[in-house]
């Protein structure tokens, strides 16, 4: 068995590096790196060198790492609040086909909507090589941008339109769309109002569906609710919003899940859908063509906010183009879960 050296018999337990390289060839690592990298600049005797330490060692260069001296690897980064709702697995789909279309893969994180995790994700995927971050929404610690721009790597928010924004926006108008949804209500004739939402402390997109819900005139009564984002949360919402001593005849839902839960609980209670409580919702999650009743709804452009994304970060890794503000266009689906109210 032929007998190792000292520093081969160290490095037996870990992965050589062009450190160690260097070191047993008597070079600088520049020198070693130039050989990895088939650099002209090398005389043929220190490349001879060089190339018999790399044999002996069995140095295998590191892939991120020379992706990384090469300029960057061929990965973006999106760090999203969960993936347990369909409207992310749809946006990380038409994104990440983009992405692939142009020759860049995708990293995900999810932080779980907790921005110091956030942080921490995403300051993982920039170690790990991602030249461009995408996130949701504006609301983030203050920290993200810098960190991100020490890495080189520019940051586009989703899910929200602000052209003011200190970066890209890719999304809607989430204030204009909360009108659209609450004008739908009121044109109905619907007076009493109530608007169930998930926690809107860091959830930007919440807040400004409820505003833009509430700058409409003509109601009565107009309460929110802040509930857990879950079909859960819409069941325990619907119950606080029939105990009320004035009941709503309408539930403007700001997604569509806890739209579901709601409608649970009111078929649960007894009362007729639409009849005696018109619910709406917010996403156009595939599954509210098939509820019963079907589910009314803001419909959300959300494959293609994935594809104007990942294009938009592309077209700047390849050729420097600035990443615009973009906003996409939603919708009302008016379906059976909406009428005007019987009292």
């Given amino acids: 068995m032929p007998e190792r050296t000292s ?12 450190r160690d390289v260097a070191r047993e060839a008597g070079v600088s690592v520049a020198t070693a790196s130039r050989v990895l990298n088939g650099s002209p600049s090398v005389s043929p005797a220190t490349r001879e060198d060089v190339l018999r330490v790399f044999a002996k060692l069995e140095f295998a260069p590191d892939p991120l790492a020379r992706a990384l001296n090469a300029g960057g690897t061929n990965t973006v980064g999106a760090v ?3 993936i347990n709702h369909a409207i992310f697995a749809a946006f990380l789909e038409a994104l990440e086909a983009r992405l692939d279309t142009n020759g860049y893969c995708l990293l995900m994180a999810t932080t779980g909507m907790d921005q110091r995790v956030e942080l921490e994700r995403a300051r993982s995927l920039l170690e790990m090589g991602a030249r461009a971050l995408i996130v949701t929404g504006l609301d983030h610690e203050p920290e993200l941008t810098a ?3 020490r890495f080189g790597a520019p940051v586009v928010a989703t899910s929200i339109y602000e052209a ?11 204030i204009e769309l909360g009108r659209q949804a609450m004008r739908h209500l009121i044109d109905l004739g619907h007076r009493d109002v109530a608007l169930i939402s998930g926690p ?3 959830n930007d997109r919440a807040r400004f569906r409820i505003r833009g819900a509430q700058s409409v005139g003509g109601v009565r009564s107009l309460r929110t609710i802040e509930t857990e984002l879950s079909v859960g949360g819409g069941v325990v919402a619907a119950k606080q919003a029939l105990a009320w001593d004035r009941r709503p005849t309408a539930l ?10 709601a409608m649970f609980e009111l078929q649960r209670s007894g009362l007729r859908l639409p009849g005696d409580m018109s619910v709406m919702g917010f996403d156009h999650i595939s599954w509210s063509e098939h509820s019963h009743p079907r589910l009314t709804c803001i419909s959300l452009p959300v494959a293609a906010m994935g ?3 990942a294009q938009a970060i592309c077209d700047f890794l390849t050729d420097g183009t600035p990443i615009p503000s973009v906003r996409l266009q939603g919708e009302i689906k008016i379906r059976g879960s909406t009428c005007p109210p019987s009292r």
Avoid at 7 to 18: P, Y
Avoid at 164 to 174: E, Q
Avoid at 252 to 261: I, Q, R
């Fill in 7 to 18: 520093l081969q018999s160290k490095q037996s337990a870990r992965r050589v590096t062009l």
């Fill in 80 to 82: 999203i609040p969960t």
């Fill in 147 to 149: 960190m991100a721009k």
């Fill in 164 to 174: 003011s924004a200190a970066m890209p926006t890719i999304g809607y108008d989430n």
């Fill in 200 to 202: 809107t402390a860091k």
């Fill in 252 to 261: 403007l839902c700001v997604t569509d899940l806890v739209a579901l839960g």
């Fill in 307 to 309: 594809e104007e994304s």
